[in-house]
């Protein structure tokens, strides 16, 4: 007689599947046994019961000490002696160190003609755009009106700043360039005053002022008559090519 058998009956077929399904909840099973902590609630209720009890101290009663209260001063005598100096006090004179209306002074008469009383001039700023007379840079005296005078005067400052030009040599080591304004003055005497320089670093602004404080003495501007004093700003480009 042969065994038929059915292949959907076949029981080894999923014992692998099953296999690792059981592996898996066995393992996990083992994992949450070790990882099962207990704590002893009833020693932790105990000790906190007991550290309450610990707190509550009996107060000492304590007595207040009365002290005896401090003696009366002594009663102030009845008769006040009265003691003598028997020491002679000398008397102190102070001379009066004033003197009389009729004493003459001479020492103290000045006289009048001795002192000599200065006019002190006022200062008058006029600006160089526009002074009636602007002024005269030596080598303009050629001029005939104001704005030659004025073109003149801005063209010799340019060759004077070209003649005298020097590059620093640590400014140029470094490679700085930049442009530095110089402001001045032209007194009532014709004379470079008030020099003044904002630029990019210190040996530029040096140079320039040394360029412009060698300039020569000129003719001053003249207004309405008068010597005043005019300011003046120009650029010096420090470029290095």
Avoid at 33 to 51: R, W
Avoid at 175 to 200: A, C, E, S, Y
């Amino acid at each position: 007689m042969q065994v038929k058998k059915n292949p959907k009956a076949d029981l080894n077929r999923d014992s692998g599947l099953f296999f690792v399904i059981g592996l898996t909840i066995v393992l996990f099973l083992t994992w949450r046994a070790l990882e099962y902590k207990s704590y002893p609630k009833d020693e932790v209720l105990l000790e906190m019961a007991e550290a309450v009890e610990d707190l509550s101290e009996d107060v000492p009663k304590t007595e207040i000490i009365q002290t005896a209260p401090p003696p009366p001063p002594p009663a102030a005598p009845e008769l006040i002696e009265v003691v003598e100096d028997t020491e002679e006090i000398e008397e102190t004179i102070i001379e009066s160190t004033e003197t009389s209306q009729d004493a003459v002074i001479e020492d103290a008469v000045v006289s009048v003609d001795d002192v000599e009383v200065g006019e002190e001039e006022e200062e008058i700023i006029v600006p160089f755009a526009v002074i009636e007379n602007v002024p005269v840079f030596p080598g303009c005296e050629s001029a005939m009106n104001n704005a030659e005078r004025k073109a003149c005067f801005q063209r010799m400052i340019q060759e004077h700043i070209r003649k005298e030009f020097k590059y620093p040599p640590v400014a140029l080591e470094l490679g700085i360039t930049g442009k530095v304004f110089v402001q001045f003055h032209i007194d009532n005497k014709g004379m470079v005053v008030g020099i003044r320089t904002r630029g990019p670093d210190k040996a530029l602004e040096k140079e320039a002022h040394r360029i412009v404080a060698s300039l020569p003495q000129m003719t001053p501007g003249m207004q309405r008559g008068r010597a005043v004093k005019v300011p003046y700003s120009i650029p010096v480009t420090f470029k290095i090519q």
